[in-house]
């Protein structure tokens, strides 16, 4: 018996110290716990995976190869097991119309921040790296950071699309020396979404949703509604502690950018910011909007939150409806979308928001072929087509947007799921949707604001102008 | 015959057995060791690596993050260290004693937790202490007519949070640490504590805890690794490397935030060297104090 518990111990031991000696470098061996096994279930921050935190449980590896076997082999890595499925779809359609230019591509969906981590390594390591990769808006600037010595410029590949594309998501993929280095899937207008059948429950009728043109307009109804329902634990809308895109709203109304650009230094002491704060920590203290759960309502608990009708608005960007597809199916028939309240009328009442640029490595096979293949996939009109039906987003390429048979198609899921058509919306606003640069300072400041400052504003009720200026001097020490 | 005599000659076979540990050694933590020192004094870009000298270290000064990382790691491992030994202890002891029944279903029981992964304990935890009224403690919350609380939001009740998926881990394997040294005291010093009318209490303090010393040693130097080098759990619990205002950072946090998502590889290695020598003084101290690094009296 003492021996077996002795050798039991022994090896057990034994294993642990081998699997300490797998961790980090620089880490003295400890529990086996510091091991890669972290890398495996990666959700990114969580404003970054914003535009698919349906990744939040790390799925498994997918791999499928689609294309003829004497096609150009490729690789491609996403994120999101459906962008994979669209561009297998979109790689069918090139072989079929490219007969000289045929290509095999292995398509693999790695878990978000693991597949980030992995192109990073690989490009900087110079080998590797697939030929065609997804890359989240968050990431772009560490994935641009080699420019053209990593990735292969798209500039020349988009030239026949790029007239109908809207140009400022185009610029939004741009690298630091100008070149086109991402393809853009949608244009992430943020709008605002209206639960009518609830508001409708308390008096509250489209004409008054459609009259909500200031923010001031949107306090005054969201105190009419509260005060409606006389319910605790019923809200207007929540407040995100967990992510910024009410602050990216705020700042596109006034043309601000906290980023200050490529070339000017990060700023978040603005007007525009002070002002979003200090109206959502009035609307806590009038008990209009509560903290969404677990800080941003694109997880499970904001779709639970949505789902028990606790709050009945809320600003988010387009292709937050294939969330309502995918996750609020039973809402069907209820929701209402709207363009953003402003702080001064005449604003910009948009801003677009997440996304995901597709580059092409440098360590490409045939980094042309691979460029005009994720042109065509991304930008010709057949694949936004696809983009829409298929995941839901609001497509950069303008000139579908008025064409009738795509804009009111009535066979469309997301059509006939809202109230409105969500292009009529789209091409209401779209001279006003403005944009927040992602450069290289981006991830400091979105990390000091969810990790720290929201939380000191919404939840601790610190004064905005303390807050923002110690997220200043800890965003200064990174620059 | 050159080579077998080189072997089996009594001056070179000790090495010879030493090597694979040896050559180990030196390629995954002598190599990385020394790299990752030069690499703490380089700023390490995309495409050009360059020395900075000791920029990276002055920076850390300056880093109000990763002084919370420091503050943290610290706090976690006196916890740890505080619940992580007596509490083992005293179960090693009622196993090894008469008064328990069923004692391998108990051991079984106590070590399970160990086996699972800390991934998926971890995501467990976290839906278990979500802060919706449908978490399983806001759930206890709501049943004792007490408010919900935002259990990973706030500082105290998050380390609840930490420090019970780390006891609930790790107090079986500390047990079975424990338990193998009791099962190595002879029997016979009991035997003749109790003819002398020695009590239960004073056979603890004089017989088990003096000689259980070298395996509290152990334990104790794993626990305060361990507790400093904390950061799958807190990745877990709040999944993802952020926390709000950094309330679940440690460390090893901080340097998978620099040197992975922030791919800033110099700055990581500095924060990476620092916890070295923190670990190292600590251990060190604590070692010198215990006795151990003296020299064996004979």
């Known amino acids: 018996m003492k021996k077996k518990l002795v050798s039991v111990l022994i090896s057990a031991a034994m294993s642990v110290t081998l699997l300490a000696g797998c961790g980090s470098v620089n880490a003295p061996e400890g529990s086996a716990a510091t091991d890669g096994a972290a890398a495996e279930e990666g959700t990114g921050s969580a404003e970054e995976a914003a535009e698919d935190a349906s990744g939040t449980e790390a799925e498994p590896e997918a791999v499928t190869t689609v294309g003829p076997e004497d096609g150009t082999k490729m ?23 490219n007969p000289d230019r045929q290509i095999q591509i292995t398509f693999t969906t790695y878990p978000y921040s693991d597949m980030h981590q992995k192109l990073i390594m690989s490009l900087q390591t110079g080998s590797g790296a697939p030929d065609l990769c997804d890359v989240e808006m968050g990431q772009v ?69 459609d009259n909500v043109v200031t923010w001031d307009d949107y306090t ?52 525009s910011v002070k002002k979003m704060l200090n109206m959502q920590q009035s609307w806590l203290n009038d008990k209009i909007a509560e903290v969404s759960p677990d800080g941003h309502i694109d997880l499970e608990a904001g779709y639970q939150n949505i789902l028990d009708h606790n709050i009945v608005s809320f600003p988010k960007a387009m292709w937050y409806m294939s969330r309502f597809k995918n996750y609020m199916p039973d809402e069907k028939g209820n929701w209402y ?68 048979s795509f804009a009111h198609d009535d066979s469309n899921y997301y059509n006939t799921f809202f109230r409105n058509y969500p292009y009529d919306v789209l091409n209401n606003i779209k001279d006003q949707i403005g944009t927040i640069m992602t450069v290289k300072i981006s991830p400091t400041i979105n990390e000091q604001m969810c990790t720290t400052t929201l939380n000191e504003v919404l939840e601790n009720g610190t004064a905005v102008d303390d807050a923002l200026a110690e997220a200043q001097q800890a965003i200064e020490l990174d620059e | ?85 007596p509490f083992p202890l005293l179960y090693a002891v009622l196993m090894d004693s008469r008064l328990v029944k069923a004692k391998g279903v108990w051991k079984a029981v106590l070590y399970i937790p160990a086996l699972t992964s800390v991934v998926i ?36 009740t998050s ?51 003096p000689l259980i010393k070298p395996t509290s040693i152990y334990v104790l130097t794993i626990t305060i690794y361990a507790g400093l080098s904390m950061f799958l759990e807190s990745f877990m619990l709040w999944s993802g490397n952020s926390s709000p205002n950094n309330i679940g950072l440690t460390i090893v946090g901080y340097l998978y935030k620099r040197g992975i998502e922030k791919n800033d590889m110099g700055y990581a290695c500095a924060v990476g060297v620092v916890l070295m020598v923190i670990g190292l003084t600590i251990n060190f101290i604590q070692l010198f104090f215990n006795g151990t690094l003296k020299k064996e009296e004979d």
């Not at chain 1, 005060?227 to 705020?250: I, P, R």
Request: proline share 3%; with cysteine.
């Open chain 1, 75 to 97: 690789q491609m890595w996403s994120f999101v097991e459906a962008h994979n499925t669209f561009y297998a779809t979109m790689l069918e359609k090139w072989n079929e119309q």
């Open chain 1, 141 to 209: 600037p560490n994935v641009y950071e080699g420019v053209d010595q990593w990735l292969y410029p798209l500039d020349e590949a988009m030239t026949p699309y790029a007239g109908d594309m809207l140009t400022s998501r185009l610029d939004a993929y741009k690298g630091a020396d100008g070149k086109q280095y991402g393809a853009p899937f949608h244009v992430g207008a943020t709008v605002m979404y209206w639960n009518m059948a609830e508001l409708e429950k308390y008096g509250i009728t489209q004409e008054d949703v």
């Open chain 1, 220 to 271: 005054a109804l969201g105190k009419k509604y509260v005060e409606a329902v006389g319910e605790d634990g019923k809200y207007f809308t929540s407040v995100d502690t967990g992510g910024t895109d009410w602050l990216w709203l705020a700042m596109a109304e006034y043309g601000d950018d906290w980023t200050g650009g490529y070339d000017g230094e990060a700023n978040v002491e603005l007007d």
């Open chain 1, 337 to 404: 979308i709207t363009k953003c309240p402003v702080f001064e009328e005449g604003q910009n009442c948009s801003v677009g928001i997440g996304g995901t640029g597709t580059v092409v490595t440098q360590q490409s096979s045939d980094p042309e072929l691979a460029a005009d293949f994720l042109c065509f996939a991304k930008m010709s009109p057949e694949g936004e087509k696809l983009i829409w039906e298929d995941l839901g987003f609001d497509i950069c390429n303008t000139s579908l947007w008025e064409d009738d």
């Open chain 2, 1 to 85: 015959m050159k080579v077998k005599k080189f072997l089996c000659s009594e001056k070179t076979a000790p090495y010879v057995f030493a090597l694979p540990f040896l050559i180990s050694f030196v390629i995954f933590w002598i190599y990385p060791l020394i790299s990752a020192i030069i690499m703490s004094f380089q700023d390490i870009g995309a495409v050009s690596t360059k020395f900075i000298g000791a920029k990276n270290y002055l920076k850390l000064l300056k880093d109000g993050v990763f002084h919370i990382a420091v503050l943290n790691s610290f706090e976690y491992m006196l916890l740890t260290c505080v619940l992580l030994i």
């Open chain 2, 121 to 156: 304990s971890g995501t467990l935890f976290r839906l278990m202490f979500s802060e919706y009224k449908t978490g399983q403690l806001n759930i206890l919350m709501t049943m004792l007519n007490m408010p919900t609380i935002k259990w990973l939001k706030v500082k105290w």
């Open chain 2, 159 to 209: 380390e609840i949070a930490l420090l019970l998926l780390c006891c609930w881990r790790w107090t079986g394997v500390n047990m079975l640490y424990f338990l193998s040294g009791l099962k190595s005291i002879d029997k016979s010093l009991y035997e003749s504590a109790d003819i002398d009318g020695a009590t239960t209490w004073q056979k603890f303090k004089f017989i088990t805890i």
